[in-house]
């Protein structure tokens, strides 16, 4: 597990051109809006405002970069689904977040978070195909799983195992309230903390 000594926010980036340039491998947290990538972020830095949160789905709407240890970035990625714009407009934030996972060097692994209560749907399989393509490393973080009672959650898992065509050991239970699931992403980011950022 790795600990956390130290974690800062470097940028947020509106246009790929604008993507900080360094060495460290990098993590991504993907998912739609309101599924808690900023909360998860902020539970697993044990920080409780280093992200902004919020109950209305569009809070994420750059790229977020933060250093830990000065080892690993981490990348806070806005929603794909719509969020409602300060001045009225919606908008889709997917073709960012195409272009970052294409286009990103840095990006070692990415954290696709599905909410517990909802099958995953063609955003996320299109997410992990691409991904996939991409020969990106992914794991799949349930989020919220404190808003399900434990027959509900397993049941759930089951059918969002069968429904990726994966097993559940390639599923990471989480939930940014109770702080479960912290030791085994915090396991996994270690993995890949001090890897190079060079793609081979
Ligand atoms: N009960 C519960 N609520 C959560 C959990 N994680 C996030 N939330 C709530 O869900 C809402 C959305 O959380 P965010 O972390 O802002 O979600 P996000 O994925 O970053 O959303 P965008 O930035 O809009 O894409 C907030 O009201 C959080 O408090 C969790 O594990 N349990
Ligand atoms: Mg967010």
Redesign the pocket.
Known sequence: MIKINDVYFLKSCGSPSQFPEYQYPEIAFL?R????????INMLMNRKNLVK???R????RTVNFFILNNVISIA?L??FGY?NMPWGVKRTFMPLIKRYITGRDNLKLAFL?IDIRRVPERRERELLALLAENKIPVAVIL?????LPRGRRTRNIKSICAELGVDDTALFP????TRSGRKELLDLIAEYAGSSAVKP
């Open positions: 998912g809006s309101n599924v808690g990538k900023s909360s998860l949160t919020g109950s789905p569009g809070v994420t806070d806005p929603g969020a978070l989020t919220k799983c404190d808003k989480t939930s940014a309230k």
